[in-house]
């Protein structure tokens, strides 16, 4: 009985170890091919933002689908012929380079998900510029290779450059104000800067941008925008946030 047994068993446990192999095998294919969608899809994209200062239409030609659906950093949707029909070479007196950054890409089958930085410099007529975005891919797998199918751009908000106020300025605007009778907030001069306080929170830091407008470092979509009354004096600030305001009203001191 053993001997009928034993080729049986071993059988069994060869076979077993042929899936364990088989199966080890796959996932390592599987991790190799990866890091390849990676490396394949990140030099296409660096292809593609390359081709923005050439004005190149046949790169974008060649890799994104017909289908090919834009939506810029302004909120604009647009199709792959308005893209390319707006795809043209800098004007004369203008130079630039992107430089795609921190590519990450998930290899779905049949289709890739990647999101990256894109960190534009621009030189126009002597003037440097830089500007940083974050761009989000959906690509599809095809007979001939990947296309583009779905890009999607966000504008990634930077502090702006400070400017100075003397004391004097700066003191102008110490005071409370209050948002409703019960929410008030004390903005006190701190050296060179002002402070905003309110119960609860953390003190924000506000530094000079440009007149009576105001930022904290680290938060770039926000600005504090002081108002003044006919006389003069300040009377309030608006707390703006994209285009939208929450207005606080000085109380008498």
Not at 32 to 57: C, E, I, K, M
Not at 113 to 119: K, S
Not at 162 to 181: C, I, K, N
């Amino acid at each position: 009985m053993r001997r009928l047994h034993l080729p049986r068993v071993t059988g069994f446990i060869a076979l077993i170890a042929l899936i364990l192999h088989a199966g080890a095998g796959n996932a390592a294919s599987a991790a190799a091919a990866a890091p390849t969608t990676s490396a394949t899809l990140q030099r296409a994209t660096q292809a593609l933002v390359d081709a923005f200062a050439t004005g190149q239409h046949p790169v974008w030609e060649r890799y994104s689908d017909p289908q090919f659906v834009y939506v810029t950093e302004d909120n604009e949707v647009k199709s792959r012929g308005q893209m390319l029909e707006e795809l043209k070479p800098l004007p004369p007196g203008y130079t630039g380079w992107i430089e795609v950054k921190d590519f990450r890409c998930t290899d779905f089958g049949s289709f890739a998900v990647t999101t990256y930085v894109m960190d534009e410099h621009e030189t126009v007529e002597g003037h440097e510029l830089h500007a940083l975005y974050r761009d989000s891919d959906t690509w599809r797998r095809h007979t001939g290779g990947w296309r583009l199918v779905a890009a999607q751009v966000y504008a990634i908000p930077q502090d702006p450059p400070r400017g100075t106020l003397d004391a004097t300025r700066l003191a102008d605007y110490e005071g409370v104000y209050g948002l409703s009778p019960v929410t008030k907030l004390l903005i006190r001069r701190d050296g060179d800067h002002l402070i905003a306080e309110r119960a609860g929170r953390t003190p924000q830091l506000l530094l000079p941008e440009s007149g009576d407008v105001f930022f904290t470092p680290g938060r770039p979509r926000m600005r504090r925008i002081f108002t003044r009354a006919a006389d003069g004096r300040v009377n309030g600030f608006a707390d703006r946030r994209e285009g939208t305001d929450l207005v606080w009203a000085r109380a008498p001191d």
